[in-house]
């Protein structure tokens, strides 16, 4: 079993930012995909940025230029700093990383961390 564990959530006012990060760990294989996605309250979860095994990255349209996804492969680890943050980011941020046994892909979603964009 793998255990993705999100830090670095937390408060900022509109137009600050955040870097939260999430950090894998228990018996992996090797990580593939890592991704970011957010749930505000009442809405349904949302993709926010992928980074591939390759490091290619992709981002939801409505984060574009103000959020960079980037990964440290020795640490298993994935960050986002997300810069220019606007109320409407307000959610709970969730990772989710793909491990791969050579064979199989298995997917793992971390606990969550909250951001809050308020004045």
């Known amino acids: 079993q793998v255990q993705p564990v999100e830090s670095g959530g937390g408060l900022v006012q509109p137009g600050g930012s955040l870097r939260p990060f999430c950090a894998a760990s228990?018996?992996?294989?090797?990580?593939?995909?890592m991704g970011w996605f957010r749930q505000a309250s009442g809405k349904q979860r949302e993709l926010v940025a992928v980074?591939?095994?390759?490091?290619?990255?992709n981002y939801a349209d409505y984060v574009k230029g103000r959020f960079t996804i980037s990964r440290d492969n020795a640490k298993n680890t994935v960050y986002m700093q997300m810069n220019s943050l606007e109320p409407e980011d307000t959610a709970v941020y969730y990772c989710k990383l793909y491990d791969y046994d050579g064979d199989y892909y298995y997917s793992y979603w971390g606990q969550g961390t909250q951001v809050t964009v308020s004045s």
């Open positions: 228990g018996r992996i294989f090797s990580i593939n995909s």
């Open positions: 980074i591939t095994g390759s490091s290619t990255t």
